[in-house]
């Protein structure tokens, strides 16, 4: 029997951890691929190109002091009237013999208060002589942002916009870094960074992106797609500890982007949020880069007893680290104290944020949706059709262009249909072990024609059948109809469509990217077959399905026409597809197939579309049909 759906996720994201560094043998291997995986990196985590740095405007609020420290209050801006808030700490009194101090970028693990909660570990860092700045999240005490995305299924346009939480908190970090460096007493060259839970997997994102960051100290926070989908870890981990995957990167193989910084990972062996061989064979996977840079002792892990949270020892381990690392010298050891602040004295804003604040769309203004130029002739859109298509194949739909999935199909029937001599055919299949089905029926005075119906989540071939055969009146056309992946009987039921758009996004294929990358295969399959050959192929889906239809037609010039039922207004309300509004929309990819036919059957659309006016532009408005019954449609495409 074929595996479900969830399982093909499962084993796609085993297969990213056991193909990590595949080809890489040599330091020479990994430095020459090193500059490919940091871009990447940038785009998956939707950070490319980086935002342009815009003036910090550091305000400062207040300031507080205890026993061996005093502390700032400070505002800045990560991008134009977008705010967040952060803690600065120096020691008190301040060293007489440095004047520049090694400094610890703290990043917020998820407590309510941020800052306020984690006073005692930046207090700690400055009463033993170091520089700390310790900043919110984008959701924390006053910021107004956010990095729900995904989970809850809250925003998930942010998956077809190309942003990730983690973009959203690498942009914050590297502000905040920026805001660090410019403080005085702050040694630019010595500084560490380090966090627990979510602030664990920040740091480790920053550390990766900012090579001022010179080592790393992560706990309890970095997780793998591996474990989180076998082990059911997703449900309670925020969206922010993970990147988008649209090139299929195990997280180790982002991890070498420290190497040859120092990094030191620290897990609670009774963490419920973790697997114990998770984290062991994550470390074991990334020392394979650093004994290339023959530095294996720079790369450790730090187990200790507990559930999820620091303990002393673990504290203690962190101190040292930075001492060897980062201060170059050892430093007292000393406890953390309690709480000495109440929430009032360390807050930035107070509840009284700065106007405008435009936190709350960060991820709008970072990740900008692309637009199309309109053609002035035929000449002139062939260019920019080509120039889109490659774009979409290099940067949105490279899982799919550079994958090679184990497809197997065979033969279950071939029928006598009725007294007229229709014949029915089925066809079982898989790919990567998930069932796929076809079913072919074909009259025997037959057209030309062949529709090829793609299945959707509540649509078998059956339903479809119901739905189109018959239809056509007087046109004797054949149907074929495919169940891929992602419908049918491998669709899931709705209370679990957020975990499958989440491991989608995590292993770089989203069940409308699976329906295309089958689409692929079976049309090849359908191309050669004897009965089909010298065919007309027109291409129809409904819903999610037609977003695979519309797709595949603008890729595959054998398709003569293609017929659309109720497709999403836009990627941000379905059809979603990792990063694809920064190249192109639904109404974007319509006009895509022109000069190919197209037909639209229940499909909204904006009050001034792009496809239509690309088809008017290039003299070809009667191959746009909107609306009509299918039959209509199909008359008007065939002629």
Known sequence: ?????????????????RNAFSGINTLDDWEKTKQQVKEDFFRSVGLYPIPEKCDLKITETGEFSGKGYRAKKLAYQIFPDCWSSANFYLPDPLPKDAKKLPAVLFVCGHHPSGIWGYQDHAALW???????????TLEQTDNNGTHQGLIGGFRNRWLSMGYSAVGGEVLNAIR???????????????????G???????????????????????????????????SRHLPHHCDCMYFHNPFGYDTAEFAALIAPRPVLFCYASEDSLFSNDEYKSLVNRLKKIYKLYDCETKCQLFEYPGPHAYREETVETINKWFDKYVSGQEHPLIQ???????????????????????????????????????????????????EVISKLKDEVFYNIEHSSPKFEISQRGNWLADKNGTRYLKY??????????????????VSDIVIIALADKDLDAELLRGKTYGK?????????????????????????????????AMTGKTPVMLMMEDLKLITKFLYELDMLKDKRFYLCGWRDSAVAALYHSIFDDNISGTILSELPISHKTG??????????????????????PVGLIDCPLPRSPFSSRVYERLNISDRYILDGSLEQIVKKLST
Request: aromatic fraction near 8%.
């Open 336 to 386: 953390r104290t309690d709480y000495e602040h109440r929430p009032a004295a360390v807050s930035v804003f107070n509840g009284k944020l700065p106007t405008p604040d435009r936190l709350d769309i960060l991820p709008e203004l970072i990740t900008p949706q692309s637009n199309i130029k309109l053609p002035e002739d035929e000449q002139e859109w062939q260019t920019i059709k080509q």
């Open 575 to 596: 059809g979603y597809i990792t990063g694809i509004l920064r190249i192109t929309d639904i109404e974007h990819a319509i006009g895509l197939l022109a000069p190919q």
């Open 472 to 504: 056509l009146g007087d046109l004797k056309v054949t149907f074929v109809y495919i169940e891929p992946r992602g419908s049918a009987f491998t669709s899931v039921r709705d209370i679990e469509q957020t975990a499958i758009l989440r491991a989608g």
């Open 1 to 17: 029997m074929g595996i479900t759906l969830w399982q093909y996720y499962l084993n796609t994201a085993a297969d990213l951890a």
């Open 126 to 136: 400055a009463r033993r002589g170091y520089a700390c700045l310790i900043f919110d």
């Open 176 to 194: 905040a870094l920026d805001l660090l460096c410019s403080l005085p007493n702050v040694d630019t060259e010595r500084i560490g960074a380090t």
């Open 428 to 445: 079982q299949g898989s790919v990567d072990d998930v069932y796929i089905w076809i079913d072919i029926w074909q009259p025997a005075d």
């Open 196 to 230: 627990i839970s979510g602030g664990g997997a920040n740091s480790f994102y920053a550390t990766i992106a900012d090579e001022r960051i010179k080592a790393l100290a992560s706990v309890a926070g970095v997780a793998t797609p591996e474990y989180t989908l076998a």
